[in-house]
Structures are given as structure tokens and as C-alpha cells.
């Protein structure tokens, strides 16, 4: 049963062009993530939340951005799309920011860049 | 940095023969081990976590034990099915980054009747 959802299951879109994906957890977890899923299958922190901090992955570009309104959403934002931003993005979700708890992962949001 | 690392890209065996895939960490900070599994087109879901030194976990017929001598927390089924085809990440849960997971390349394990 799926607890973490993501809009829209597949985007495609132009070089330049800005785009945002949506993300909601129903679990009650306080952290949340986005991960990158590249052509390859490798899978990448890009941020890790939760209603006190925000961590950056320092390899990711400026032009992504997390975007939060509560701690049951994260938003991703792409100010400028590139093609080498093609790949599965996945929300995932826990619960204790500091302790050893299983993510719940999103059917991710497949993104191609034209 | 702390990284995870997965020998094995890719795994093909009959149905009813044992699995393995390694898994071998470098860390410089506290120890929390996961395999994840991914299924085509599904999302990633856990499969088995340990942080206790030399303690076996068990999960849908899949064990694992950390080992911190070795930095190694190998994945292992003692007889696959064809249900277990998918793919695999080993992942090192990372204290410095809001418990973010950082995870191995993956093995995609494909098994045939």
C-alpha cells in the first residue's frame, strides 16, 4: 500500500525549462528525502529535511531546490533543466531524524529532458 | 567520504541455487547497514538493516550479518526464485547527512527457471 506519493509519474520537458515535482508522505515520518535515479541505476542523496534543517548534497547543482509547506510535503524544484537532469527522482520518507529507521520510498517521478 | 561498495553488477542463476552479493563499507562514523530491493518499475523497499556487530538478520528467506572486522554485510538466500529477480542496493545510513542513505551501485539479480 503505497504511503508515499509523487505527481506527476513522468515529465518531459526542453532544456531551460522550469519544473516542479510533488511529494507527500501519509506515514507521520518528520524527515523526508529526494534521491536521484540515473539511466544506470546509480541513486544519489540530493537533499534530506525535516522542520529544523535542511542538508544539501554538495554535488548538487543550484538550480534544484526543495520546497516544503508542512513535514508530510517536499516538493523538487528545477529552476532550468539540463539534459543531464534525465533520471527517476524519488521521495522517500523515516521517521527520526537522528535515528536508524527504514525509508519508505515513492514510485518516483521519471523526468526526460529534451 | 563513507561509501558502499557492490562487486557485482549483475547476478544470473537458475531458480533453487543459492545467492550472494557482496557488500563491503567504509565509514568513518557509526555503523546502520540496509539492503534495499528494487523490482522493475517499483519503488525501492527494505529488505534488511543491521547495526550489531556479528548478529544475523533474516527477512523473506534473505539473511545478512554485519560484520565491522570486515566492513562487509554480504546478502545471501540460501535457494532464489524467480520472484526474487530485481535489483539490489546495499546502503550505509549517513549520521552527517540527516541519516540520508548512501548506497552502492546496485546488483540486479536475474533468475531462470
Known amino acids: 500500500e503505497t504511503a508515499v506519493f509523487q505527481t506527476p509519474n513522468y515529465h518531459v520537458t526542453q532544456v531551460g525549462n522550469e519544473v516542479s515535482f510533488n511529494c507527500k508522505q501519509t506515514?507521520?515520518?518528520?524527515?523526508m528525502y529526494w534521491y536521484k535515479q540515473d539511466s544506470k541505476k546509480l541513486l544519489k542523496i540530493m537533499f534530506s529535511y525535516n522542520n529544523k534543517q535542511l542538508i544539501v548534497n554538495e554535488t548538487v547543482p543550484r538550480r534544484f531546490s526543495p520546497q516544503s509547506s508542512d513535514k508530510a510535503h517536499l516538493n523538487l524544484r528545477i529552476k532550468s533543466v539540463e539534459p543531464e537532469d534525465s533520471a527517476v527522482y524519488l521521495c522517500a520518507s523515516s521517521f527520526n531524524w537522528g535515528g536508524y529507521a527504514e525509508q519508505f520510498f515513492g514510485p518516483g517521478t521519471r523526468l526526460t529532458v529534451l | 567520504g563513507d561509501s558502499v561498495t557492490q562487486t557485482e553488477g549483475l547476478v544470473t542463476l537458475t531458480e533453487g541455487l543459492p545467492v550472494m552479493l557482496n557488500c563491503t563499507y567504509q565509514t568513518a562514523y557509526s555503523t546502520f547497514l540496509f539492503w534495499y530491493v528494487q523490482h522493475l518499475n517499483e519503488a525501492p523497499k527494505l529488505l534488511l538493516k543491521?547495526?550489531?556487530?556479528?548478529k544475523r538478520t533474516e527477512h523473506q528467506g534473505f539473511h545478512a550479518t554485519l560484520h565491522k572486522s570486515s566492513s562487509s554485510f554480504h546478502l545471501q538466500k540460501s535457494s532464489a526464485q524467480l520472484s526474487d529477480s530485481a535489483l539490489y542496493y546495499c546502503a550505509l545510513s549517513d549520521p552527517q547527512g540527516g541519516r540520508a542513505l548512501i548506497f552502492g551501485t546496485g546488483t540486479t539479480v536475474s533468475v531462470s527457471p
Open positions: 543491521s547495526s550489531t556487530d556479528n
Open positions: 506515514l507521520g515520518h518528520d524527515t
